[in-house]
């Protein structure tokens, strides 16, 4: 469950149209978008961000490396890379910000710089009690996935056993003592196990000796409510990830009144917020090698679950009779009409 929402959340954001500007112009063509579109030759666009989206929502860190020759102002990197952060070690210096970062391979250590201009772009989410590493979703639900795996291996074994409950074999001698002998109870427990566990023995009779007897035991409260714990843990998981659980199929789910509502609300809530502090991260870092004061966002009139509310505000922007054009314009996030144009 965590693995889908985490995909889901990832896919949905590394696949928003971008949109590039300063404060004159929005661009159709810049180096930085070409170098967002093929960033290395292993990876396009969708990809990298992917990728740099999976490691921030997994662990709270999510790490971009520049290769090529760096300097101020002295244009982009060749290529950009995420690095996995699980191997990346914050450096902390004597001021107790990060000095430099070290990257650990199969014992071997790669120490990064930090600093303006540093070949390390670090992403993290808030957290209240780590100066250096950000918090996770996953570490959040963290209790409600454990709860979720342990019904899962709860439900697999009683698969594994007929889906049935399990039952007690009552031993009486003839002596009216309930005690086996260490060789009975060894062979008794080879023959249950080999004839009678597992599915592919499910529905097999059992045949009793003298002195056995099998004693049913019925569903306790607990097992009965072992499925909807599991929901209930589902749902905790979708919650700290900020996925609707309708999206993620978790069945009684009433919150929204349809698909459609709980789908702008993912964007909303969740992917977009991401996506435009991740990307104006990356632009900010990317200006301190070209000199330029770029904002890099999510270009909000070409994601389709948002065509209704920006149908409303453009209707609404466009019969303000009050407003100039200019007006207009800065309002639905667009640059000046004379440089839009060209002129």
């Known amino acids: 469950m965590g693995f889908r929402a985490v995909r889901l959340i990832a896919e949905a954001a590394a696949a928003l149209p971008l949109v590039l500007q300063d404060r004159e112009r929005r661009y159709t063509d810049h180096p930085v978008l070409d170098l967002l579109a093929r960033p290395n030759p292993a990876q396009g666009r ?12 997994l662990t709270g860190n999510a790490y971009l490396e520049a290769v090529g020759d760096l300097a101020p102002a002295g244009g982009l990197p060749a290529e950009l890379h995420v690095l996995r952060s699980d191997r990346m070690v914050v450096v902390p210096g004597d001021d107790g910000w990060p000095a430099a970062y070290d990257y650990v391979v199969a014992g071997r250590r ?12 670090h992403i993290r989410s808030f957290h209240p009690h ?13 209790q409600a996935i454990e709860v979720h795996n342990g019904a899962s291996r709860w439900s697999a074994a009683l698969l594994e056993n007929a889906a049935r409950p399990s039952g007690a074999l009552v031993y009486r ?11 009975q109870f060894d062979r008794l427990s080879r023959e249950i196990e080999a004839q009678h566990a597992g599915a592919r023995n499910a529905g097999r009779p059992m045949l009793l000796e ?9 569903f306790s409260p607990s097992d009965m409510e072992f499925h909807q714990t599991k929901e209930a843990a589902a749902r905790e998981i979708a919650i700290a990830f900020g996925v609707p659980p309708m999206i ?13 509502e709980a789908n702008r609300a993912f964007y909303r809530l969740t992917v977009l917020p991401l ?3 991740v990307t104006q991260a990356v632009a900010d870092w990317l200006s301190d090698f070209t000199g330029e004061s770029l904002t890099l966002a999510p270009d909000l009139d070409r994601v389709p679950a948002l065509a209704a509310e920006r149908d409303a505000q453009w209707r609404r922007v466009a019969e303000a009779d009050f407003l100039t054009q200019a007006e207009k314009r800065a309002l639905l996030g667009l640059p000046p009409l004379e440089v839009a144009d060209g002129r």
């Not at 969708?46 to 929502?57: I, K, P, W």
Request: proline residues 10%; hydrophobic residues 35%; aromatic residues 10%.
């Open 173 to 183: 001698g003839p002596d009216g003592h309930g005690h086996l002998s260490p060789e």
């Open 210 to 218: 003298g002195g056995l007897d099998w004693k049913p035991m019925g």
């Open 130 to 142: 780590d100066d250096h590493y950000g918090f996770s979703a996953l570490q959040a639900a963290a």
């Open 110 to 121: 790669h120490r990064f710089p930090a600093g303006p201009c540093s070949p390390v772009c």
């Open 275 to 277: 996506a435009a502090r």
């Open 46 to 57: 969708a990809e990298l961000l992917e990728a740099l989206y999976g490691h921030l929502l």
């Open 248 to 260: 993620l199929g978790i069945p009684g789910d009433a919150t929204y009144a349809n698909y459609q």
